[in-house]
């Protein structure tokens, strides 16, 4: 057996998530399916972070085991022809039999990009999250402060998170903006279900006003969730990139400018 890892992009609009599911198409199926035609042997992965249905990807890192040698070239080449056009392998490579996409890794990265304006997107609607209230990104990022570091982040887990404990450690939580978009980047030892987008509809509502932003701190000393607010949408999220050792030598892909 000789164990690769592969770099994947791609649009969740249309997709119940990454992982494979009894009912509905999902981007793990999708690619599995592809490799598995390429390696003419069934292909199993595993992924740096499972995503949402509605939520994309920039360099997602996945690993798995084949029992026949392909250069990268085919493994990358060959996959994407048989890959729907929402997908595609940016990547591949051999990696070391210890290598795990997932527990190899060091931290992982996800973006989160708003288009704040009065009127909703025609462009771009499934890429983008719309906020029409006036954000500060001011207020936001003195509120983003108060989540650094390791803390137990119950406040801001999903219900179904199935998480063993939320003690996770916030390495940075950037806000800037850029015109019209505001972009959250968010960078962590881990994540809990839906915790980068129940981070963004806190930040969200003390950028409109409605909170102070002290009241971050609250939420999360809390470890309630029923008082962090709304969930944000899936649509603007992306899993952006992961860290890992030097010695695995994976790439690093850079998120595209309109991103």
């Given at each position: 057996m000789?164990?690769?890892?592969?770099?994947?992009?791609?649009?969740?609009?249309?997709?119940?998530?990454?992982?494979?599911?009894?009912?509905?198409?999902?981007?793990?199926?999708?690619?599995?399916?592809?490799?598995?035609?390429?390696?003419?042997?069934?292909?199993?992965?595993?992924?740096?972070?499972?995503?949402?249905?509605?939520?994309?990807?920039?360099s997602?890192?996945?690993?798995f085991?084949?029992?026949?040698?392909?250069?990268?070239?085919?493994?990358?080449?060959?996959?994407?022809?048989?890959?729907?056009?929402?997908?595609?392998?940016?990547?591949?490579?051999?990696?070391?039999?210890?290598f795990?996409?997932?527990?190899?890794a060091?931290?992982?990265?996800?973006?989160?990009?708003?288009?704040?304006?009065?009127?909703?997107?025609?462009?771009?609607?499934?890429?983008?999250?719309?906020?029409?209230?006036?954000?500060?990104?001011?207020?936001?990022?003195i509120?983003?402060?108060?989540?650094?570091?390791?803390?137990d982040?119950?406040s801001?887990?999903?219900?179904r998170?199935?998480?063993?404990?939320?003690?996770?450690?916030?390495?940075?939580?950037?806000?800037?903006?850029?015109?019209?978009?505001?972009?959250l980047?968010?960078?962590?030892?881990?994540?809990?279900?839906?915790?980068?987008?129940?981070?963004?509809?806190?930040l969200?509502?003390?950028?409109?006003?409605?909170?102070?932003?002290?009241?971050?701190?609250?939420?999360?000393d809390?470890?309630?969730?029923?008082?962090?607010?709304?969930?944000?949408?899936?649509?603007?999220?992306?899993f952006?990139?992961?860290e890992?050792?030097d010695?695995?030598?994976?790439?690093?892909?850079?998120?595209?400018?309109?991103?």
């Open positions: 000789t164990r690769y890892a592969l770099g994947i992009e791609y649009d969740g609009s249309n997709f119940h998530g990454w992982e494979t599911q009894l009912n509905g198409c999902t981007v793990q199926a999708c690619v599995e399916a592809a490799l598995s035609r390429v390696a003419a042997h069934p292909i199993k992965t595993i992924c740096a972070g499972r995503t949402d249905a509605g939520v994309h990807a920039i997602q890192v996945i690993h085991d084949s029992p026949v040698a392909r250069d990268p070239t085919a493994w990358t080449l060959g996959s994407n022809t048989h890959l729907p056009p929402t997908v595609r392998v940016l990547w591949a490579q051999q990696v070391p039999e210890h795990h996409a997932r527990f190899s060091r931290s992982r990265h996800y973006r989160y990009v708003m288009l704040n304006r009065p009127i909703r997107p025609a462009l771009l609607s499934q890429q983008l999250s719309w906020e029409y209230r006036p954000l500060d990104v001011e207020r936001m990022g509120a983003a402060a108060y989540l650094l570091g390791r803390h982040f119950s801001f887990r999903a219900s998170c199935q998480a063993r404990h939320a003690v996770r450690t916030l390495h940075r939580l950037d806000v800037d903006r850029q015109g019209e978009y505001v972009r980047d968010v960078v962590a030892n881990g994540f809990l279900h839906h915790m980068v987008r129940n981070i963004a509809g806190a969200m509502t003390i950028g409109a006003g409605e909170r102070d932003p002290h009241w971050m701190q609250t939420v999360l809390a470890r309630d969730r029923s008082l962090g607010g709304k969930t944000a949408s899936p649509n603007g999220l992306y952006a990139g992961v890992y050792p010695e695995y030598a994976i790439p690093r892909v850079s998120p595209p400018q309109w991103v």
